[in-house]
């Protein structure tokens, strides 16, 4: 059993940041990858970032230069800087964590932008 739990969305003005977190716990070996989608309403689910163990990243052409992800492997946690916040970040912040051939995601968290 996998748990994956997130945490730090919130409001916040145009311009402004956020810091995500997510932790995964339970019988873990092996973590491959973490990283972060996101939905927003009426939209598709996409990918924002993704970092593997040995820290490689890739982001959302939408988002490169304003998001910064970061991984603590001791700890199992992925980061997720918002900087630089946009009306159009609102949305639900899924964090995954891929244990292949599994992936486990979290319940989601919001961030809201405001113009």
């Known amino acids: 059993q996998v748990q994956v739990v997130e945490s730090g969305g919130g409001l916040v003005q145009g311009g402004g940041s956020l810091r995500l977190s997510c932790a995964a716990s339970g019988s873990i070996l092996g973590i491959s990858a973490m990283g972060w989608f996101r939905q927003a309403p009426g939209k598709q689910r996409e990918l924002v970032a993704v970092i593997t163990s040995d820290g490689a990243t890739n982001y959302a052409d939408s988002v490169k230069g304003r998001f910064t992800i970061s991984r603590d492997n001791a700890k199992n946690t992925v980061y997720l800087q918002l900087n630089s916040l946009k009306p159009e970040d609102t949305a639900v912040y899924y964090c995954?964590?891929?244990?292949?051939?599994?992936?486990?995601w979290g319940q989601g968290t919001q961030v809201t932008v405001s113009s």
């Open positions: 995954y964590t891929w244990v292949p051939p599994r992936t486990y």
